[in-house]
Nanobody, 126 residues
Framework: QMQLEESGGGSVQAGGSLTLSCTVI????????MGWFRRAPGKEREGVAA???????TYADSVKGRFTISKDNAKNTLALQMNSLKPEDTAMYYC????????????????????WGQGTQVTVSS
């Protein structure tokens, strides 16, 4: 059964950068669709970015132009490069995968993803 393990979270000042990494364990490259989601305290979980196996990417409006999702199939890793971070980006970030998801990959719907990592905390101070 596929497992996902995130790393790279931490604390940074506004305007700074962080790179999150997600390693796919016990599977091959996560399948067709992988994504990043986040949950801030007191808020619903929201989709941040997704990438399909053909390279197509989708971003939430709130992170467009600042975040970049990428996948390294040779290393079985998923990354999220986060630049120009804002205090409102503070959240627990989760890596997710759904091997069979294709058409719906870009909808950033958490209910469509069946495998999740445990999360990594990102804190942005003003």
């Amino acid at each position: 059964q596929m497992q996902l393990e995130e790393s790279g979270g931490g604390s940074v000042q506004a305007g700074g950068s962080l790179t999150l990494s997600c390693t796919v364990i016990k599977s091959t490259a996560g399948g067709h669709c992988m994504g990043w989601f986040r949950r801030a305290p007191g808020k619903e979980r929201e989709g941040v970015a997704a990438i399909r196996s053909d390279g197509r990417t989708t971003y939430a409006d709130s992170v467009k132009g600042r975040f970049t999702i990428s996948k390294d199939n040779a290393k079985n890793t998923l990354a999220l490069q986060m630049n120009s971070l804002k205090p409102e980006d503070t959240a627990m970030y989760y890596c997710a995968a759904e091997p069979s998801l294709w058409v719906g990959c870009g909808e950033l719907n958490a209910k469509s993803f069946g495998t999740w990592g445990q999360g990594t905390q990102v804190t942005v101070s003003s």
